[in-house]
T-cell receptor, first 114, second 113 residues
Framework: QKEVEQNSGPLSVPEGAIASLNCTYS??????FFWYRQYSGKSPELIMS????GDKEDGRFTAQLNKASQYVSLLIRDSQPSDSATYLC??????????????FGKGTHLIIQP | NAGVTQTPKFRILKIGQSMTLQCTQD?????MYWYRQDPGMGLKLIYY???????DKGEVPNGYNVSRSTTEDFPLRLELAAPSQTSVYFC????????????FGEGSRLTVL
């Protein structure tokens, strides 16, 4: 059974602070990792992807991957109220762009307090 | 600039009724997916397709059927609706080898009473 685990929250962070979101996955053969943001009542949208160990930065977002620990994280710097959303961790369990879709965690509800 | 289009956006069904959720994409993507999302839960894969004429079951296929007669369309059929099928349904697609960047439709909220 492929599993992706996230703390459901809510995670409350003051505006301007760093929000840290964590995710663990069960299948060691997992090859690609994604963070999706989902606003209430909306569809998920991709904000970060990461494929190799280490950090990947894009603007205020940094994704971190540690395959040995089967751990993925997302850091949001200078958090803004508009960052308040549910963040879904997703894992592709196959290499080479496996076709059978992503396995999603339940999501972490992030609240940025003004 | 339509992307992935789902219809209907909202639907109420009675137990035992059947219906089809429509999904169309105009990006010429080979891979298409149907997910369901229950409150407070992540997305669970119902069915997927890697190309016209090819479909396969995901994690929660019971009570559903799909077809893929064209690259653009991937309808989801609910037979004999049950309250357990009350959910939000998302269709998604992706192209090439990067099957992680899914493009989602706006979702279809289905209630079975």
């Amino acid at each position: 059974q492929k599993e992706v685990e996230q703390n459901s929250g809510p995670l409350s962070v003051p505006e301007g602070a760093i929000a840290s979101l964590n995710c663990t996955y069960s299948d060691r053969v997992s090859q690609s990792f994604f963070w999706y943001r989902q606003y209430s009542g909306k569809s998920p949208e991709l904000i970060m992807s990461i494929y190799s160990n280490g950090d990947k930065e894009d603007g205020r977002f940094t994704a971190q991957l540690n395959k040995a620990s089967q751990y993925v994280s997302l850091l949001i710097r200078d958090s803004q109220p508009s960052d308040s959303a549910t963040y879904l961790c997703a894992v592709n369990m196959y290499s080479g762009g496996g076709a059978d879709g992503l396995t999603f965690g339940k999501g972490t509800h992030l609240i940025i307090q003004p | 600039n339509a992307g992935v289009t789902q219809t209907p956006k909202f639907r109420i069904l009675k137990i035992g009724q059947s219906m089809t959720l429509q999904c169309t994409q105009d990006m010429n993507h080979n891979y298409m997916y149907w997910y369901r999302q229950d409150p407070g839960m992540g997305l669970k894969l119902i069915y997927y397709s890697v190309g016209a004429g090819i479909t396969d079951k995901g994690e929660v296929p019971n009570g559903y059927n799909v077809s893929r007669s064209t690259t653009e369309d991937f309808p989801l059929r609910l037979e004999l609706a049950a309250p357990s099928q009350t959910s939000v349904y998302f269709c998604a697609s992706t192209g090439g080898d990067n099957t992680g960047e899914l493009f989602f439709g706006e979702g279809s909220r289905l209630t079975v009473l």
